[in-house]
């Protein structure tokens, strides 16, 4: 299988072919994942959410993401495996930023960086551009902000705000990021943003004309029970399913069924 690249990304924008995504976080998962064909996996720092069971995306450590990072790539075969770069593993400065990213390349073997924000990042992504680690950006609700926004609602819904994200794109392409995902942010805008990029915009919540769409594995398969936000398509419903068959499996246990005759040595 010929390995997806940052260039295919480019290419696929370029002939208006949408770029599927999925965050990924183990092994067995990143394997069904990758075999049902998609073309980014991304190793997302929402671990820290539906992997570890925190609030927020904030207390995933960089061992961590380098431990989910590694299992995702040992399941990579074709897709191109993006892993975030936790809160506070660059922000510091650029010097602790490149290191961070070069634990990702190197420990886990991963493909390319995600980092969230602007232009207050751009000496961090410059860096590590610099040592030959892709970047992609993240703008619009960038979770690592969450106590900033106070709340998980769209973001870049008045002028302000809008024209900082316009601007925070153009510049992460200028500096040379791969792609950009854009979050939670007004269609018409991810759609504006979208046309003004020679790079792939990967939307969530950002309306059709992105050029690529990820989501939360967890999510999109029901696992999480009673997160349905409006951007949401849920596409099986695993907690229903899942919560059976260990029901069954209580049941059966309980009632000496199993294990039967022919499931014993
Ligand atoms: O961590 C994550 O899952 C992400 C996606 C939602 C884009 O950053
Ligand atoms: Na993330």
């Known amino acids: 299988v010929k390995r997806i690249t940052t260039n295919t990304l480019q290419e696929m ?15 067995s998962m990143a ?9 980014v996996m991304l190793v997302g720092d929402s671990a820290s959410n539906v992997m570890a069971g925190h609030e927020t995306t904030l207390p995933i450590t960089l061992d961590q993401m380098v431990y989910h990072a590694s299992s995702v790539v040992r399941a990579a075969k074709k897709a191109l495996v993006v892993v975030d770069l936790p809160f506070g593993s660059y922000q510091g400065n650029s010097k602790e930023a ?5 634990r990702i ?17 751009a000496e ?7 040592a030959g680690i892709p970047v992609m950006g993240h703008l619009g609700l960038t979770p690592q902000s969450i106590y900033k926004f106070g709340t998980y609602t769209v973001r870049a819904k008045e002028e302000t705000e809008a024209m900082k994200l316009k601007s925070d794109a153009l510049a992460l392409q200028e500096l040379g ?23 792939p915009t990967i939307g969530i919540g950002a309306g059709g004309n992105c050029d690529g769409q990820v989501l939360v594995i967890h999510d999109m398969l029901g ?6 936000p409006r951007f949401l398509r849920q596409y099986a419903n695993l907690f229903e399913e899942m919560s059976g068959a260990v029901k069954a499996y209580i049941q059966d246990v309980k009632s000496k069924d199993f294990p039967g005759e022919k499931e014993q040595y």
């Open 13 to 27: 924008k370029q002939r208006g072919e949408k770029i599927s995504m999925l965050t990924a976080y183990d092994f």
């Open 31 to 39: 394997t069904i994942v990758e075999d049902a064909g998609i073309d």
């Open 98 to 102: 490149l290191n961070s990213a070069i």
């Open 105 to 121: 390349m190197k420990e886990a073997g991963a493909h390319a960086v995600k980092m969230e924000g602007g232009t207050e990042i």
């Open 124 to 130: 961090s992504v410059t860096r590590i551009l610099a």
């Open 177 to 199: 990021c791969f792609g950009v995902v854009l979050e939670k942010i007004p269609a018409k805008l991810a759609q504006e943003v979208t046309e003004s990029l020679a790079i």
């Open 223 to 228: 696992m999480n029970k009673g997160f349905k």
